[in-house]
């Protein structure tokens, strides 16, 4: 979990994070690969979750099964999980659910950080020169497949 308050963008017309090494300093991290770094943008319980927490998750730097363990068991307590699904399931399950809500294929690689597929970058967003579109349409395709939540659990 490497998730500080350098990589939350919270004051953009579009609230994101940044999943991009850390190159200097005492916190420094990696990422297993180009495809991995990326701005994603933050909707619903995520969105809540980091505004309550615009520093980060310090606690969790670098332990990450730690926060494995302790989102596992505030999921399950706040029924937002079964006994089968997993903190690291719930990656599975939100591109499944992207691609039951026909969120493009371009746009579901990007947020779960997966490279291009076979025919290459056909679709994928070419450069950089319209961050805050591409950031507002991938914010509109996760808002449609967000689920509802109550305030209360954050």
């Known amino acids: 979990m490497h998730l500080t ?5 919270l004051g953009y017309p579009i609230p994101h994070i940044l999943i991009q090494p850390t190159l200097t300093g005492e916190r420094k ?6 495809a991995r770094v990326r701005a994603v943008p933050l909707v619903g ?30 999921l399950l307590a ?13 990656r599975h399950e939100y591109t499944a659910r992207m691609r039951n809500g026909a969120v493009p294929e371009h746009i579901q690689r990007h947020i779960v950080g997966h490279a291009t597929d076979v025919h290459g970058t056909y ?3 070419p450069d950089q020169s319209n961050f805050d579109d591409r950031l507002a349409e991938m914010a509109v395709h996760m808002g449609r497949v967000a689920l509802p939540f109550d305030m209360d659990v954050i």
């Not at 309550?52 to 332990?63: Q, S, T, V």
């Open 5 to 9: 308050v350098e990589k939350i963008c």
């Open 29 to 34: 991290n990696k990422v297993k690969t180009n």
């Open 45 to 74: 319980i995520a969105l809540e979750a980091v505004k309550r927490h615009p520093e980060g998750f310090l606690r969790y730097y670098d332990k990450g099964n730690s926060f494995s363990n302790a989102a596992n068991n505030f």
């Open 78 to 90: 706040n029924k937002l999980r079964t006994k089968e699904s997993t903190v690291y399931s719930l």
């Open 123 to 125: 679709g994928a967003f």
